[in-house]
């Protein structure tokens, strides 16, 4: 009896075996990543001011690997076939550092739990990080990113400086290769200048005495 069932296991695996081969490839997934393409890294001075780095609220439509697109303002859809190589959340966080690295000045960007007197907190929100399509999903899109920033100073919790930062990239084409693109240089402008203006910020900015 054991025997014929695992006779009979065997027929049907190779039953299946041979039917997996009927059903269509799905068509690979294309990923890609952006907030690359910085200067090499500067070394920031020995004066530098550490600016702890607060929460980073990004838009949740567009935070995960999918793409957000957006037609004449009124729809949201997402970029078929095409993914981020990593949610686009964490790749900007990544981003935001490397801004800072390249960016040397007055600023030295700091985590949770890393040492050092920290007399400011960078706290940022990305409402949009998106492709807009305001004349229809064939022409060619614009890339948008925007970044609002908000450096809170510490112990007292006082505004010290805010921004809203900007970057519109219109493509020449409607490819994916361009849209990525479009949203690496939209990422490294807006970045660059946030990091530029906190160091600008932090240079205004006593720093705390050591003990």
């Known amino acids: 009896m054991r025997a014929m069932t695992m006779a009979a296991l065997a027929v049907l695996a190779m039953g299946l075996g041979g039917c997996i081969t009927v ?3 799905a068509a690979p997934v294309q990923l890609y990543a952006f907030g690359t393409d ?18 980073v609220d990004f838009e949740r439509a567009a935070g995960g690997d999918r793409i957000l697109s957006v037609s004449g303002g009124l729809q949201d859809a997402y970029i078929a076939d095409s993914r981020w190589i990593s949610p686009a959340a964490i790749l900007f966080q990544e981003a935001l ?10 600023a030295r960007l700091v985590k949770a739990g890393e040492t050092g007197a920290t007399p400011l907190v960078l706290q940022i929100d990305v409402p949009a990080f998106e492709v807009l399509y305001p004349n229809g999903p064939s022409a060619p899109p614009t890339v948008l990113v925007q970044v609002h920033a908000v450096l809170v100073g510490v112990p007292d919790r006082r505004v010290v400086a805010e921004r809203t930062f900007t970057s ?14 479009g949203f690496d240089t939209a990422t490294v402008e807006t970045l660059s200048q946030l990091a530029a203006w906190t160091s600008e910020a932090a240079a205004a900015t006593p720093a705390p005495a050591r003990s």
């Open 168 to 181: 519109r990239q219109q493509l020449s084409e409607n490819r994916m290769g361009g849209i990525a693109k």
């Open 23 to 25: 059903f269509p490839k």
């Open 38 to 55: 910085f200067p090499a890294t500067a070394p920031v001075g020995p004066d530098a001011v550490n600016v702890m780095l607060g929460h």
């Open 97 to 106: 550092t490397r801004a800072f690295s390249a960016s040397g000045g007055h």
